[in-house]
């Protein structure tokens, strides 16, 4: 077990990063531009909307190998399509209990309102995401699925 802590210490996890254009996105670059640091382990695909967010983009990515997934959105009444985030929130409470039944730690799941000036909020969940998948290891969704594919 102490190998294995050892191990995810030199580990950089990968996580896939949805982001909304308008807020968490900018806020992204707002962290970049204001030089603070974050762990480099977030692929960040910019999506218009969190409602644009489709349970199956979550569940591809971590087919093809994402040990974690983070979905970031306006705050609640800050949608820039009115209802966009509701419509995540209700998805991704679903999501988490579709992936809890395909055996995904619900933990490797996460969703946070960030809005367009919180570079420092989005600095620290993606720290604090990264620490909390370090913990857990590496995803094996993907051995699975390509297991179940052979
Ligand atoms: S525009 Fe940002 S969550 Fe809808």
Request: proline content about 3%.
């Amino acid at each position: 077990m102490q190998s294995t802590v050892n191990n995810n210490e030199n580990w950089t996890p990968k996580i896939v990063a949805f982001f909304c254009n308008w807020c968490t996105y900018t806020a992204s670059d707002l962290a970049g531009v204001s030089r603070l640091r974050y762990a480099p382990s977030t692929r960040v695909i910019r999506v218009m909307c969190s409602g644009r967010i489709d349970p199956e983009f979550v569940m591809e990515a971590f087919a093809k190998g994402a040990d974690g997934i983070l979905i970031g959105g306006c705050h609640p009444g800050d949608c820039h399509y009115a209802e966009g985030n509701y419509k995540c929130l209700r998805r991704f409470t679903l999501l988490q209990k579709y992936a809890d039944q395909m055996g995904i730690d619900k933990e490797r799941l996460r969703l946070e309102w960030i809005s367009a000036s919180e570079g420092k909020k989005l600095q620290e969940v993606v720290n604090d995401m990264t620490e909390q998948i370090r913990k857990l290891g590496p995803s094996k969704i993907k051995n699975v699925v390509e297991t179940i594919e052979r």
